[in-house]
C-alpha cells in the first residue's frame, strides 16, 4: 500500500531535468485530462498559465513551450491530482463533484478554485489533501 503514497515532494528540479520530449508528453497528458473534465480553453489557459509571463494568448496546445517549466510543473501536478481522484473516486461526476466542492481540509475553498490560483503551493495541498484520503480509504478497507 505504501506504492499509493503519491510522493509531494517535487519540486521545480524535477521538471528542469525532463526532456523536451517528456515535457510535451506530460503537456499532452495534461491536455487529455482536460478533455475528459470538460474544461473550457480558457481555464486551460489559467490553469496552465505562467503567471509570471505577460502572455494573454488564447489556449492552443503550440501557446505553451515544452520550455514553460512552470506550465509543465502545473501540468504534472494536474496528472496526480487526476489519479488520486480516479483511485478515490472512479466515475467522472464523482471526480468533478470533489473538485468543485468547498473542502474544509482546504481552508473552506474548492479545489478547482484554488488550482487556478498563481500559487503552486496550492496543488501541493490539493495532493496532500487528496492523499489523506486515500490512506484513510485504504485503512478502512484493511482494518
Known amino acids: 500500500m505504501e506504492n499509493l503514497h503519491v510522493r509531494l515532494n517535487d519540486t521545480k528540479d524535477v521538471i528542469t531535468n525532463m526532456s523536451d520530449s517528456d515535457k510535451l508528453k506530460t503537456l499532452n497528458t495534461c491536455i487529455e485530462i482536460f478533455t475528459l473534465w470538460d474544461i473550457s480553453k480558457l481555464d486551460q489557459s489559467i490553469l496552465l498559465s505562467s503567471f509570471n509571463t505577460n502572455r494573454t494568448t488564447y489556449w492552443k496546445l503550440n501557446w505553451i513551450e515544452s520550455q514553460d517549466d512552470n506550465a509543465v510543473l502545473r501540468a504534472h ?3 496526480k491530482i487526476y489519479i488520486l481522484l480516479k483511485l478515490l473516486y472512479p466515475e467522472k461526476h464523482q471526480q ?12 473552506h475553498f474548492s479545489p478547482s478554485l484554488l488550482m487556478m490560483q498563481e500559487n503552486n503551493a496550492y496543488f501541493l495541498l490539493i495532493l ?6 486515500l490512506k484513510q480509504r ?6
Open 128 to 133: 496532500e489533501t487528496l492523499n489523506q484520503q
Open 77 to 79: 501536478y494536474i496528472i
Open 96 to 107: 468533478l463533484t470533489w473538485l468543485k466542492t468547498v473542502q474544509k481540509e482546504l481552508n
Open 138 to 143: 485504504v485503512n478502512e478497507l484493511t482494518h
